[in-house]
């Protein structure tokens, strides 16, 4: 008689199963699952900001939510980022500094000036600042 020789099956592998034959370096897999991770994450939050801002048709009874989408939109917005996605600015928009002056134009001035002088830069970010010289007198001091 012949001997039947069993065949096994292989197993359905799941989505990590499909995830560890696929990447076989542990930091790849955890790259991919970081990603996978962001990607839901976005989801989520473009989900919540879509909400924020239409309006659902009664039919649905799903009742209307009033939030504040701030931090929703931040979280979206450094997620994105995570991806290299900024936003655009427009034409007319300076980058925050108040100047037309864009940040590696910034950095390389620092730069070129760190080379030329031994000197230390201080950048002040809240204005309006007085520089100058203290009065000589005291005039919380009392006398007896």
């Known amino acids: 008689m012949p001997e039947e020789v069993k065949k096994e099956e292989p197993k359905k592998k ?3 199963g499909k995830l560890k034959a ?5 930091e790849e897999q955890l ?3 970081s990603t996978f991770v962001r990607l839901g994450i976005l989801v989520w939050s473009g989900g919540i900001l879509t909400l ?4 659902l048709p009664p039919a649905l009874g799903i009742p209307e939510q009033k939030l504040d989408p701030t931090f929703i939109a931040s979280v979206f917005t450094g997620v994105l980022a995570t991806f290299g996605v900024q936003a655009a600015k427009k034409a007319g928009e300076s980058n925050g500094n108040g100047s037309g002056i864009s940040k590696a134009d910034m950095e390389r001035l620092i730069a070129a000036a760190a080379q030329t002088a ?3 830069t201080i950048r ?5 600042i007085q520089i100058g010289f203290a009065s000589t007198e005291k005039p919380y001091q009392t006398t007896v």
């Open 22 to 26: 696929a990447a076989d370096d542990k």
């Open 118 to 120: 031994p000197a230390q």
């Open 14 to 16: 799941g989505i990590l």
């Open 31 to 33: 790259a991919i699952l």
């Open 124 to 128: 002040i970010e809240q204005a309006p």
């Open 52 to 55: 924020a801002y239409i309006k």
